[in-house]
T-cell receptor, first 113, second 111 residues
Framework: NAGVTQTPKFQVLKTGQSMTLQCAQDMNHNSMYWYRQDPGMGLRLIYYSASEGTTDKGEVPNGYNVSRLNKREFSLRLESAAPSQTSVYFC????????????FGEGSWLTVV | GDSVTQMEGPVTLSEEAFLTINCTYTATGYPSLFWYVQYPGEGLQLLLKATKADDKGSNKGFEATYRKETTSFHLEKGSVQVSDSAVYFCALGTNAGKSTFGDGTTLTVKP
């Protein structure tokens, strides 16, 4: 019953450091997503992957890179962290088609100082 | 492009009060509509959904009806409980793959 698992849950970075958020799903979903959630801003899509081997930019991709390592795993990398990237990050996955539910991980709280 | 507009919060109600959270959408084609709920410190989870016009989604006493003529999917519950305190997101999904979320409405229910 793991669903979507993302790590780490909490991280503090210094400005300019790099890090990778890891995400894996065990539901055999084709589509995977990375969102960020900021107070008063709702959810904003950073990147998504419609299938293994493909990735596309979302609404706020600047400062991030992603890798769809295989069907299960979709990682998000911050190459040079900035305070503006302090946020809660959610990985998610879904089947394809308009009626498919999106399943979310529990979130990763990232603070950049 | 696709968009979702939901009622701004926060919303504060007393226990057993009636809840309505408005949601309207703009989309090309025939989207599916969803309500997700986020409890403190957790990720979003599906509350209910409807995949075609006039469908009613329901779960845990919550209901929403897909109204194509008014492009709306309002969330209702007849009697809220303290445990319903959470953030509620309206969303639409299309066959293009990406979903569009509203900004979320924070509900606080007081005993």
């Amino acid at each position: 019953n793991a669903g979507v698992t993302q790590t780490p849950k909490f991280q503090v970075l210094k400005t300019g450091q790099s890090m990778t958020l890891q995400c894996a799903q065990d539901m055999n979903h084709n589509s995977m997503y990375w969102y960020r959630q900021d107070p008063g801003m709702g959810l904003r899509l950073i990147y998504y992957s419609a299938s293994e081997g493909t990735t596309d930019k979302g609404e706020v991709p600047n400062g991030y890179n992603v890798s769809r390592l295989n069907k299960r795993e979709f990682s998000l990398r911050l190459e040079s962290a900035a305070p503006s990237q302090t946020s809660v990050y959610f990985c998610a996955s879904s089947g394809q088609g308009s009626g498919n539910t999106i399943y979310f991980g529990e979130g990763s709280w990232l603070t950049v100082v | 492009g696709d968009s979702v507009t939901q009622m701004e919060g926060p919303v504060t109600l007393s226990e057993e009060a009636f809840l309505t959270i408005n949601c309207t959408y703009t989309a090309t084609g025939y989207p599916s509509l969803f309500w997700y709920v986020q409890y403190p410190g957790e990720g979003l989870q599906l509350l209910l959904k409807a995949t075609k016009a006039d469908d009613k989604g329901s779960n845990k006493g919550f209901e929403a009806t897909y109204r194509k003529e008014t492009t709306s999917f309002h969330l209702e519950k007849g009697s809220v409980q303290v445990s319903d305190s959470a953030v509620y997101f309206c969303a639409l999904g299309t066959n293009a793959g990406k979903s569009t979320f509203g900004d979320g409405t924070t509900l606080t229910v007081k005993p």
